[in-house]
Structure formats: C-alpha cells, structure tokens
C-alpha cells in the first residue's frame, strides 16, 4: 500500500495511437472540438515549468494540453468514470507526482477501496501506464 | 511600495521579536557608546541589526553554501555552475546544459538540464521571469533606492508603534538592559552607587524641604566628579534612587525629579477620601439630550471624557464643594493640557502661582487620582466659596500654573447654604459675604464644616444608596424656591456636599424615578405621592 505510483509514459511509447486515443478521451468538450484529427499538432513539445519547484517536464500538445487547462476544471475529476481513469486523471492534474495506493484512495474519495485499487493497478491489461516509480527516473512528466 | 511587497512587510512586522543576538548586539553597541541611548536610538538600532540580518539571509539564500548558488527561475546559468535547490530538499546538482524552453503561457525562456547529487537528471526552468521562487522575500530595498537604514527609520515612522511596543517588552523581560526616563543601558555596565551615597543623597533632599531637585544638581551636591561620561552617572544614579523606597520621582514627562518621600503631603501619599469617585463608563446612564449637555458642561473629572475636547489656552472652571474642602482642583479632560503630564510617575510637584498677588504655593499634580493639591491656602485667602469661578492659565514653564481667583467687590447675597441638624444634612438660603464671581446655580455656603463633614462621613461608611441621598437634598432644596422646582446643576452641587458624585448618575435618578418630573430648561420638581419613603 506504500508503493508511489504514477504514469510511466515509457509504457504508452509503444503504443502511440492508443496513447493518443486515450488521452483525447480525457480532453474538456472544448479541446475534444478543437482536436478533431489525430494530427492535428500531435507531436509538439512544449515545456511545462512547475509552478512550486520551476522543474520543466516536456510535454506533447495534448498532454501540456490536457494539464494545464482541461486538469483545472473541477468536473476533471469528479466526472463519472471508471477507477483506473479517474486515477489517471489524478495524475494528469498533479503533474505525474507519485502517490501511494493508500494516498490515491484519499484522493479520490475511495477510503477502506486501497486492496481494490492495488489489484487494479496490478492487472497491466487494465492499468493504462499506471506503474510503480522506478528509482533512477529523475524527471516526473 | 507594491502590495505584495506590503503584505510581506506588514507579516514581517506582526511577527517582530527580539532574538538572543538582538540583545547580544544591543549591549555591545551600549557597551562602545558607554552612554545611555534614548527609545528611537535603541529602536533603530534594533532594526537595522535585523533588517542587515536578513539581507545577509537572504544573500546566502542567494548564493548558496560557498559557491554553490541557490536556484532561482529568473536567473541566468551557465554549464559547470553549481545549484542548490531547497524546495527539494536541499538536494544540488550541476548544470550540464542549456537549450531554449517554451510554451504558450510563458513564451520563451531557458531550460536548464541539471545533474543532480541523487545521480537525476532534471531540467529546470531559467530566466523565467515570473514565478513564485523569484519573488524578492522582505524586500529590503523597501521604497527604490532606500538604503537599509532610511527603510529602518520608514518602519518606525509606519509601524513604530507595534514595534516599539514589542521591544519594549522584550526588553524588559529580558531585564539586562534597563530603562529609566526613555533611556536604555545595560544594568551591569552601570556605576555603582553607593549606600553611603544614597544616605547623603537623603540629607541633601531633606535640607531642600524634600525637594525637588534634578539629579544634577543632586550630583553637585554629593560633590561627584563625572569622570568619564556623565550621562552614564546620572542614569546610574537615578536607577539607584529608582530603587530606593526613599525617593520618589516627581517629574513631568521629559524631565526627572527626586523628592523624598518622607516629606511629601500626606493627601498625596493616602488621597482624601473626600474626593474618591468611580469614573462613569459611557453609556451607562442614558441621559435625554438636554441633560446630556449639561453634565459636559459641568467638567466633572470623573465624567467620560469628551473625545473631541481639544482644549488650549486658560480655563475657566466652577468649584465644586469636594474640592473647596479640600483645598485642591480636578483634573479633568479640560484642565489636563494646563497641568505636566508624566508617562510613569503618578505624582508630579508642581509651582502653583496666584495671578493676583504673585505668591508662589507649592502643588501637586496626582494623575490617577485626578486632582491637583496646594490650593487650600489661596481659597482660605481669599473666602472663595464652592461655585466660584476660577481661571488656570498655562505658564512658560511646564511645571507652573497660574490661578486667578475672580474677586469682585465683596456683596451681601442670598446664597444657599449647607448645615447639619441632627446629624442630617439641611440647606437653607442666608445672606452672605460674597467677593468672587460665581455660578448662581453651583454656590453653596457651608456653616459648619466640621458637622457637615461628620454627616458626609456617616453616609459613606453606612454605604447609603445615591437614590436616597439625591431624594434627601432634592426634598431640601424644592423647599426654597416659590416654583418648588430645583436646577439639575443645583442639585449636582448640594449631592456632592453629601457625596462625591459625577454628574451623570445624578442625573439619572431624574429620569429614572417616577416622582421627579421635568417642568421646563434644566428645572425639576417632585411629586411628594408616587415617592417611597426611605430612612437613614
């Protein structure tokens, strides 16, 4: 239960189209209108600085996207959804910070839930990139 | 100054204290100057020592351990440049590279890309302009262009009242440095002074019919040469006469004088209990309008104070009988800008003048008390009743004060006049003598002092109710006029015969009781039916 937790975006770079797919599900009603093909700008990269520690994560449009506007929205999180999206959700709105199981239950108002989520995020066929950090990896994207 | 830069002041104010190297640098600074430092000295000083403290702190914030620099996004760095970074836990690392950064809210800035003692690589934004680790902390700067001690003097004068308060508490708590007269030293750097200096000092007082006399001259009399500083000797003398039960200080606010308390009047030491009263608190009584104005007009001493009254110049005032009795003056809201003031002392010896003969008469000025002693020998000169008109006039000299007793030619007047039957206090009219100017409504003559004061003994140590004594004198007094109604101002005179009273409780018996009825201006009458009889 004290495993941190996060999107390990090396696991979506294999899979590109999902990923991409994926990440669109999560785009507010004004960015799903304005993405309306999958090249629309897909692979720019931008910086997104840190407003607590000024680190730069580099981000893809729909990600920088997805983070620093559609994440703000109060309905990003409560908006009806299955767990392991509303825990990517999560990350996506703290900027990939690591969270243990017992953390994310809290978070997401699923206190007394942590065996359920662990199991979740143990089966990869469901976990959408949500892995256990890795030491080593200096940059939290 | 901008707002933020405000706020961050403002939370820098709130949270001033002193720290044991503030006391540390204080008394090494008393130490250098071997001389006692005012308030704004020892306030500035203090400020400037913190003020310089935090700009060392935030420099080193700055610039890190030695070389290692403490990150900032609005700044530049170059490959090789070592950072620190505190809101990761101190963790640092050296820059390996730089590349140009973007994106659509900042536009474009530097990326630095650091490796970091915890063998991570991260990249961190630079020359990112706004960001909330770029804001400068205290801002010690202030206002553009201030050097640490103008932004010192600016506190002061825009909060010097927090601070001051906060280190004159601090400092008093801490007790190594002391104060004395608004000046500050360190209380073992003082000059010794001895018991046998302190015994001479007595003898020195006693011959000057117990003073007052400065510690200058106190000096010059004990023969002390002032080697070395001679503000240290006599702050050093004074703290020790401070200690001394023997010596009082008697000065008003800026000076210092020594008197000795063996010889000082005894209504200064255990005041008359003639004029003890309970100050009004506001609002308490809920006068009409009319007689709201009234009791202002009256300056009672124990009547809340006016805010607005900004007095100057003389006064004229009206003598009550508490007063005459006992040979002093209120000192009210009216009269306090004639009369020094003293921030600690609660007596200060004063010179009281008479306008008319020139003669000197020594005062006192009793601050907590409110009341101003000496007077009795000018109202025994010149007959002067209660309701006379009096006049006080500032002098030149802080510690004088001009009396002038209005005379006129001396008239036979019908007056009213207090005695006591039977042990209960009666008025009456009678023709008097009169040769000052007076209050119609306010003089009262008084037969037999000696009596009249035994029957207002008896009512204070029996604790009679004011609702009785105000129906007892109201009774009196409905008597003697045809109309069978009595002046509030009047009354308010012949209830202070019997007891000490402000105004305004008296005259909320008026409004109070159904038996007073209100018959027109400020006179009143009394229904005789709807009273309950009392008894003493």
């Not at chain 1, 243990?100 to 809290?106: G, W």
């Not at chain 1, 206190?111 to 940059?139: C, H, N, Y």
């Not at chain 2, 203090?46 to 403290?53: A, N, V």
């Not at chain 2, 200058?216 to 080697?227: F, K, N, P, S």
Request: net charge negative.
């Amino acid at each position: 239960m004290d495993t941190p937790f996060h999107i390990d975006f090396d696991w979506w770079e294999h899979q590109r189209r999902e990923y991409v797919f994926y990440m669109r599900s999560h785009l507010c009603e004004e960015h799903q209108y304005k993405f309306v093909s999958e090249e629309d700008d897909d692979d720019q990269m931008l910086d997104w600085v840190d407003s607590r520690t000024g680190q730069v994560c580099r981000l893809d449009y729909l990600h920088y996207t997805l983070r620093t506007h559609c994440a703000i929205h109060p309905e990003f999180l409560t908006k009806r959804a299955s767990l392991v999206d509303v825990i990517f959700r999560l990350f996506i709105a703290n900027g990939n910070q690591p969270l243990t199981v017992t953390e994310l239950a809290l978070r997401i108002g699923r206190e007394g839930q942590e065996k359920t989520i662990f199991r979740t995020l143990a089966d990869e066929s469901l976990s959408k990139g949500l892995r256990p950090v890795q030491s080593g990896s200096g940059t939290n994207v | 100054m901008k707002k933020t830069q405000k706020r961050v002041v403002a939370d820098w104010v709130e949270s001033f204290c002193l720290h044991p190297d503030d006391y540390d640098h204080l008394a090494d600074r008393l130490l250098e100057s071997s001389t006692p430092w005012s308030n704004e000295e020892v306030a500035l000083s203090l400020l400037i020592f913190k003020l310089m403290q935090e700009e060392r702190s935030q420099g080193k914030t700055q610039r890190g351990n030695g070389n290692v620099e403490i990150y900032r996004p609005d700044k530049g760095y170059e490959p090789g440049q070592a950072l620190r970074f505190p809101v990761l836990e101190d963790i640092e690392g050296k820059v390996i590279s730089v590349r140009k950064g973007f994106n659509w809210t900042d536009g474009e800035f530097r990326v630095i890309v650091v490796s970091c003692d915890d063998n991570c690589t991260r990249e961190f934004a630079s020359m990112l302009p706004k960001h909330a680790l770029s804001t400068d902390d205290l801002g010690l700067s202030g206002i553009e262009g201030q050097t640490v001690d103008e932004f010192a003097r600016f506190l002061l004068r825009e909060h010097g009242t927090h601070l001051w308060g906060q280190i004159k508490k601090d400092l008093i708590s801490r007790g190594e440095i002391v104060c004395l007269a608004g000046y500050w030293f360190p209380r073992d750097l003082l000059v010794e002074i001895s018991s046998g200096h302190l015994n001479l000092v007595e003898a020195i007082l006693d011959v000057s019919a117990g003073g007052p006399l400065t510690p200058e001259e106190i000096l010059q009399q004990l023969g002390v040469r002032a080697d070395g500083d001679r503000q240290l000797m006599i702050f050093s003398l004074n703290y020790a006469l401070q200690q001394d039960q023997r010596f009082d200080e008697v000065g008003p606010s800026g000076s210092v004088l020594w008197f000795l308390r063996s010889m000082e009047p005894t209504e200064i030491i255990f005041p008359p209990e003639r004029l003890r009263c309970q100050p009004v608190v506001p609002d308490v009584h809920l006068l009409s309008p009319d007689l709201e104005q009234l009791a202002l007009h009256l300056h009672d001493e124990f009547s809340p104070e006016n805010e607005s009254y900004g007095a100057e110049g003389p006064v004229e005032m009206v003598l009550s009988y508490p007063h005459r009795c006992t040979g002093t003056l209120p000192l009210g809201a009216n009269t306090a800008h004639i009369f020094p003031e003293a921030q600690i002392s609660p007596r200060i010896k004063i010179t009281i003048r008479d306008a008319l003969s020139g003669d000197q008469l020594p005062g006192w000025v009793v601050q907590h008390e409110r009341f101003v002693s000496g007077l009795g020998p000018l109202y025994e000169k010149y007959e002067v009743p209660a309701g006379a008109r009096i006049t006080l006039l500032p002098c030149a000299a802080s510690s004088e004060v001009l009396v002038q007793i209005d005379l006129r030619k001396s008239v036979r007047e019908w007056v009213l006049t207090a005695s006591a039957v039977d042990d209960k206090l009666r008025f009456r009219m009678s023709k008097r003598l009169v040769g000052v100017h007076y209050a119609e409504e306010q003089i009262i003559a008084v037969d037999d002092v000696e009596d009249v004061e035994a029957v207002w003994e008896r009512l204070h140590k029996n604790r009679v109710a004011l609702e009785h004594t105000v129906l007892e004198v109201f009774r009196e007094l409905v008597q003697l006029t045809p109309q069978g109604a009595v002046h509030a101002k009047t009354l308010y005179s012949a209830v202070n015969v019997a007891r000490r009273t402000p105004p305004e409780p008296v005259f909320g018996e008026l409004l109070k009781r159904s038996y007073y009825r209100h018959v027109g201006e400020a006179y009143w009458t009394h229904d005789s039916d709807s009273e309950d009889r009392y008894t003493d």
